[in-house]
């Protein structure tokens, strides 16, 4: 084993340190330039001894107004008690009542570790990092399906403890807890338990199940019952229980199918922080201290020296060298004996990245001093060591337990194996009678954003493998947990929608072009599915790693010009749902009206199971179909304007033949620029930011109506080629009619809307602006007359009707058009509600292509907000 500190490395030891907890004479901790605890309040007294859980209390006198964390009060006087880890603040009074624990020891406490979801850095006013209890006043992270926020540089830190959305083979639950969330909770908002005011936009206070939604205050948490029944939205949301999804080699962004935006790289994409931000930073502080405290970057291992990425540390000059090592353990959460550490200096040419390993530096400094004593001078950079130990007390997790969290405790040494601690604990687990060969020991490192599960070797050795993990960092070590578990053949099992794929084929010639185009195995990947007209499939692949192989790959590859669409698709065990399950399979369209979606999108994914909610343009709307298929009753919500409503609609058409539900209820939530549709049928004029929560109570309480939907076939004139006397004949266009049909001045209008919008998205973010092109572009077509009465015949009920001159000719299927409603008039008549009668309009004095038929197709269930008439 090797020794802490090589030979002719400086060393800064920590024996003779007091104990955690007792933190008399701390230094003030800095992170990455923010003053840690107290650049407000000043350090008074002694600490007030062990506070549960995990805090570290000491008494301050306050120089600015300050709020309680427990009970969100102010605090009144100049005295108050802060956490010298986490920032928490709490009058005298309420110490004894603090349940939240500190960050330093979050990790532990977590049930079931899940990776978070985070998106691209942005401002979130009034909202609070998790991690250090401070306000977001600079870009900072949100969890896209539990809606945690932290600073970019807090990410590290955080807890794996997103919400468990889907069974995935490991310590799989049928039965859910709440899942709590601490802060940043509506001003307004009232405690379940007691009816108090529980939230605060002054301080991080109250928690918030990200399930059902329920609020209490942390103490009153604790009165509600344990299980979580999903709450008022318990019909809508599609349970975790019912969804499986084998994700091993995926990330949360590719199972949520969650575009990657440019987003803050942190590292490798797992954790860590920009060391060069944090520099600039610690010399302002620095100069603010001026004389009396210097900043010390301190990294944690070789992990971090490797990235160049560290902490900042502000300590007195004359601090004693027990002080300073424990000031960075506490800048990096590290709640453990700070006898068991060391800082070793690292030279500057360590961090200019020259040639000596991390870790094994030499120095022709001067050693330390070994004492506590005071030291007038102290190198910029230092890292944290961790001292051998003969051996540790270690907690292993049963893989099998079903309900709550519990683990043994074990004393390992330099002859201790994987093996003979499994051999060890089954006894103390109550599976002594059972074979021992059959079970495992599993590290789980519990990153933020990634969990990672390694099964270890019988023959190693645990006391070298928890050695090899503080040496690559320190604070690692309270982030893995390790597992005794069965050993069993899990069969892979991974679901690809793979789109974009030309129209019309058969099973065989997709796989033939699939294999041309990415060279599949056909021992592990297999075609399940076929969606010709969309030309799509879903393949079905036994093989992680081939999997993972053709997702990445999928993505950058292009069959006939077109690029393939790629999304891991998860299965929805149908035969588990409740009997009074409803799901709603919700489509958004980000590209909308006002750009609204987005924002809908995040909403959406926390309210529900972010496995039920869909980006349109990312895949289109048969992905959700697909994954809804075998699901026997579900509703849909379409977020966009009447062509995204279309689109879903004729997407929804084509494939109900393979769907069990072939007719489900559809709502609409209007994010368009003229939202007719959404005006006909009482879902209002356009969506104006109102609470998506209510939104979804609306769409549960909606009444089904039913609404025509029309087929139109487009046939073009039949003309002689000069060439060899051939006739030419175009196939025939099909096309779907919901609102309305035009031919002329309106379609060519709209044509240019479209295409202009697609060249150029970031113009079109209002619908006033939309409205003021639509406006503009009008103007310019209606100079020069088309005289569409020459171009076309119309015939109604095989009678030819005489039209007059006119620019554009509509067929109307509800009874507004453009946001306007019909009147009766010599122009506008009134639309009659019965089935398979359609209105035709003329705009007095335009282009068009013949229109050959119509004929109804069938009604949609539809479902309507209100009771009055549509379009009244």
Avoid at 730 to 759: T, W
Avoid at 780 to 798: A, D, G, M, P
Wanted: net charge neutral; charged share 20%; glycine share 8%.
């Amino acid at each position: 084993m090797a020794a802490a500190a090589e030979s002719g490395a400086r060393t800064w030891p920590g024996s003779g340190s007091p104990r955690l907890g007792s933190p008399a004479g701390s230094p003030v901790l800095g992170i990455s330039g923010r003053a840690r605890p107290g650049s407000g309040p000043e350090r008074t007294g002694r600490s007030i001894g062990p506070a549960a859980p995990g805090h570290s209390f000491r008494k301050v006198t306050l120089t600015k107004p300050t709020f309680c964390h427990l009970c969100s009060d102010f605090i009144w006087g100049l005295a108050g008690f802060l956490c010298d880890v986490c920032n928490f603040m709490s009058h005298e009074k309420c110490l004894k009542q603090v349940k939240t624990p500190c960050t330093s020891i979050a990790p532990s406490l977590v049930r079931v570790p899940v990776a978070h979801c985070f998106g691209s850095l942005g401002l979130y006013k009034r909202k609070f990092c998790v991690v250090c209890r401070k306000s977001l006043e600079v870009p900072a992270l949100r969890c896209e399906v539990c809606e945690m926020h932290v600073h970019p540089d807090c990410v590290p830190f955080a807890c794996s403890d997103c919400r468990r959305c889907h069974q995935d083979g490991q310590q799989d639950y049928d039965t859910y807890h709440h899942h709590w969330r601490e802060g940043n909770l509506p001003s307004g908002a009232r405690c379940e338990v007691c009816r108090k005011t529980c939230g605060s936009s002054d301080v991080l206070s109250g928690v918030r199940c990200e399930w059902c939604g329920v609020q209490a205050h942390s103490v009153c948490s604790a009165a509600l019952p344990p299980e979580c029944t999903f709450g008022r939205l318990r019909s809508m949301v599609l349970p975790p229980s019912c969804v499986r999804l084998l994700s091993r080699n995926f990330s949360k962004m590719h199972c949520f199918r969650i575009p990657e935006t440019v987003a803050l790289e942190l590292g490798d994409g797992d954790d860590g922080l920009d060391g060069s931000a944090a520099t600039g930073l610690g010399r302002e502080m620095l100069t603010a201290t001026e004389s009396t405290k210097q900043t010390l970057k301190i990294f944690d291992g070789n992990d971090s020296m490797r990235r160049n990425q560290f902490r900042l540390v502000t300590v007195p000059r004359l601090a004693r060298n027990e002080e300073v090592t424990e000031a960075a353990l506490r800048a990096y959460y590290i709640n453990e004996d700070p006898r068991d550490f060391q800082l070793q200096a690292l030279p500057l040419t360590i961090l200019s990245g020259n040639a000596q390993a991390p870790g094994k530096a030499g120095t022709t400094e001067e050693e330390a001093s070994k004492g506590s004593g005071p030291r007038d001078s102290m190198p910029e950079a230092w890292v944290i060591r961790s001292l051998p130990r003969t051996q540790e007390l270690l907690k292993i997790y049963p893989g099998w337990l079903k309900v709550g969290m519990a683990y043994v405790s074990i004393r390992v040494n330099s002859e201790s194996t994987a093996r003979s601690v499994v051999q060890e604990v089954l006894p103390m687990l109550g599976r002594q009678v059972e074979d021992q060969e059959r079970f495992q020991l599993i590290e789980v490192l519990m990153s933020s954003r990634q969990v990672q599960r390694t099964v270890l070797m019988d023959e190693e050795l645990l006391l070298d493998r928890l050695w090899d993990i503080r040496q690559t960092s320190v604070r690692q070590v309270s982030q893995t947990r390790f597992y005794v578990a069965e050993s069993r053949a899990m069969a892979p099992h991974v679901s690809l929608f793979v789109g974009g794929l030309p129209p019309g084929l058969c099973l065989q010639d997709y796989s033939n072009l699939l294999h041309e185009a990415m060279a599949t195995k056909a021992a592990v990947v297999s075609v399940s599915h076929v969606y010709s007209l969309q030309g799509a499939v879903i393949l079905d692949v036994t093989c992680f790693a081939e999997a993972e192989r053709l997702y990445m790959l999928a993505r950058d590859t292009a069959v006939h010009g077109r690029p393939l669409t790629a999304l891991v698709l998860p299965d929805v065990l149908h035969t588990k749902l409740p009997p009074d399950c409803c799901p709603l399979l919700v489509f958004v369209n980000p590209k909308s009206g006002g750009l609204k979606g987005r924002e809908l999108l995040c909403s959406f994914r926390k309210l529900l199971n972010p496995h039920q909610v869909f980006e349109l343009t990312n895949g289109g709307p048969l992905p959700g179909f697909h994954l809804f298929s075998q699901v026997p009753c579900f509703r849909v919500l379409v977020c966009g304007g009447d062509g995204t409503v279309g689109w879903v609609l004729a997407a929804l058409e084509e494939t109900r033949r393979h769907l069990a539900c072939p007719e489900p209820s559809v709502a609409i939530l209007p994010l368009g620029t003229g939202n007719d549709l959404g005006r006909v049928l009482r879902w209002g004029a356009g969506y104006s930011g109102e609470d998506p929560f209510s939104v979804l109570v609306s769409v549960d309480e909606a009444d089904a109506v039913l609404m025509d939907r029309w087929t139109i076939l487009l046939d073009a004139h039949e003309t002689d080629s000069t060439e060899n006397s051939v006739v030419d004949t175009e196939p025939p266009k099909i096309v779907q009619m919901n609102n309305y049909c035009g031919i002329g001045i309106d379609a060519e209008l709209s044509l240019d809307f479209h295409q202009a919008r697609e060249e150029e998205p970031g113009k079109f973010t209002s619908r006033f602006h939309n409205k003021g092109v639509y406006v503009r572009v009008g103007l310019q077509k209606i100079s020069h007359s088309r005289s569409l009465h020459k171009e076309i015949r119309l015939q109604v009920e095989q009678q030819e009707v005489e039209l007059p001159n006119i620019e554009g000719l509509i067929f109307i299927n509800i009874p507004r058009c453009w946001g306007w409603a019909l009147r009766d008039s010599a122009v506008w008549a009134r639309a009659r509600s019965r089935v398979g009668c359609a209105l035709e309009s003329a705009l007095p004095r335009a282009p068009t292509s013949a229109l050959r038929s119509s004929r109804l197709l069938q009604y949609k269930w539809m479902v309507s907000p209100g009771f009055r008439p549509p379009g009244t």
